[in-house]
């Protein structure tokens, strides 16, 4: 880290620059369900229409299962490192305890979203799963079984655990449900659902072939933009030909090359697990972090010396919508999200906290260290326009230009489309 801050003062610094690109569900936001019937293929299955298929995949109930998912994400970001779990309110462990636990579902599943990773999954009925996320020397594993859920980092040995999931905040509630963080796909089936639950006329689907994933024989469902300007190519869903459930999910991009995302079962077993699989108890000297005692002390890290009757002392001539300043300071202009256009070329706009663009080492904040300028302007690319200028930042998939006047256009869209959509918004 550089002199001029501390490494978590910089990190702090650092989330207010980064582009958020987890875009990717407005891209795939409208269906259309077109009918065509499956080739003759290896394995040799019986002819279903795209939207048998559909509804297949709609019905299957499968309660129990196991197995082993590889997921590769590829979106031709620059490496992070261990800066990427700064990004995370409460990410990152210490031996003092106060900077949460590495064990925090929420910090450690998002590493999902890059690289290559080896899952291995259970499931047995609503209420006991297990997800564990293999590494070369290590693993770590979220389980839930009945109202108890445990998180377990073995590199670090620290443990996270609550049993009030509703206490514990809306990332517990949703692993206590079997789900993972928001924006964090585990399974084929979750990223399918992503792209099937909605339908339009901006899409074509069709069954191309058959294939065989873990051992099963599946269908290949294609599903592909009509409209131009999307960055996605296209996404192929193996489907089992006996259960209904996405075996694996391949997302292409338009440019060609590597997939941007590709996950599937190397092995499954659609039988009971024993039930000792969702056995925990924390291993000897580990750490255990209770999801009660963060929220308490996030609360007790409130300004002490506020003064309990301030809306009271506020100024008479003080802005009405006061409220809703304070909250975009702190993040929250997320109300201000419009959406432009429709299926895959939609682009979300927003306006950054502020009303001002990313900061440089020359504006009126100054508090840019030169190196992370340099990093950033390498990452993107300076347009101009009717709208005036700003930069694109942009990946395999999700792109996003950011004005200088503090407006934000993204979506999994090509540059010129972002620039087009700016110019319109004028």
């Known amino acids: 880290m550089a002199p001029y801050e501390s490494e978590s003062a910089g990190r702090r610094k650092a989330t207010r620059y980064v582009v958020p690109v987890a875009v990717v569900g ?29 509804e297949k995949i709609a019905k299957s109930d499968v ?18 490192g261990g800066m990427a779990g700064g990004f995370t309110p409460g990410a990152g462990g210490s031996s003092d305890g106060k900077a949460g636990s590495s064990a925090d579902p929420q910090s450690k599943l998002t590493e999902l979203a890059t690289g290559t990773h080896t899952l291995r999954i259970a499931a047995d009925g609503a209420d006991r799963h297990k997800l564990s996320v293999l590494d070369s020397a290590a693993e770590y594993s979220v389980i839930h079984n009945g109202d108890e859920v445990w998180a377990y980092d073995s590199a670090s040995n620290e443990a996270y655990h609550t049993k009030d999931a509703a206490a514990a905040g809306d990332r517990a509630a949703k692993h206590r449900k079997g789900e993972t963080p928001k924006g964090v796909p585990a399974t084929p089936k979750e990223l399918a659902d992503e792209v099937l639950k909605a339908s339009g006329k901006t899409t074509s689907i069709s069954v191309e072939g058959t294939s065989q994933v873990a ?6 469902l294609l599903v592909k933009p ?90 008479k001539d003080m802005p009405k919508d ?32 502020g009303g001002q663009g990313l900061p440089t080492g020359g504006s009126a904040s100054g508090d840019v260290p030169p190196e992370a300028q340099k990093f950033m302007d390498a990452l993107g690319d300076h347009v101009t326009g009717k709208f005036g200028s700003g930069t694109v930042f942009s990946t395999r998939l999700v792109n996003a230009l950011v004005t200088d006047d503090g407006k934000v256009y993204a979506g999994a869209v090509t540059k010129d489309a972002l620039v087009k959509a700016a110019n319109a918004a004028q």
């Open 26 to 54: 407005v891209a795939a936001a409208t269906i259309g369900l077109v009918p065509a019937l499956a080739d003759s293929g290896n394995p040799d299955l019986p002819k279903i229409s795209a939207q048998q298929l559909i």
């Open 63 to 80: 309660q129990q299962m196991s197995g082993t998912v590889k997921i590769s994400t590829d979106l031709g970001l620059p490496s992070l």
């Open 215 to 220: 051992g099963r024989d599946a269908y290949k």
């Open 226 to 315: 009509k409209q131009a300007g999307s960055t996605v190519g296209g996404i192929t869903i193996s489907v089992d030909a006996k259960t209904g459930v996405p075996l694996k999910f391949t997302l292409t991009p338009a440019g060609g090359g590597k997939a941007v995302v590709d996950a599937g079962f190397t092995k499954v077993d659609f039988s009971k697990p024993a039930a000792s699989t969702f056995d925990f108890t924390p291993p000897k000297g580990a750490k255990v972090t209770e999801g009660d005692d963060l929220k308490a002390r996030d609360k007790s890290h409130a300004p002490k010396d506020m003064p309990k009757d301030m809306p009271k002392d506020m100024p």
């Open 322 to 353: 006061m409220p809703k300043e304070l909250g975009d300071a702190q993040g929250g202009g997320m109300k201000d999200l419009k959406v432009i256009g429709e299926g895959w070329t939609s682009i979300a706009e927003l306006k950054l906290p």
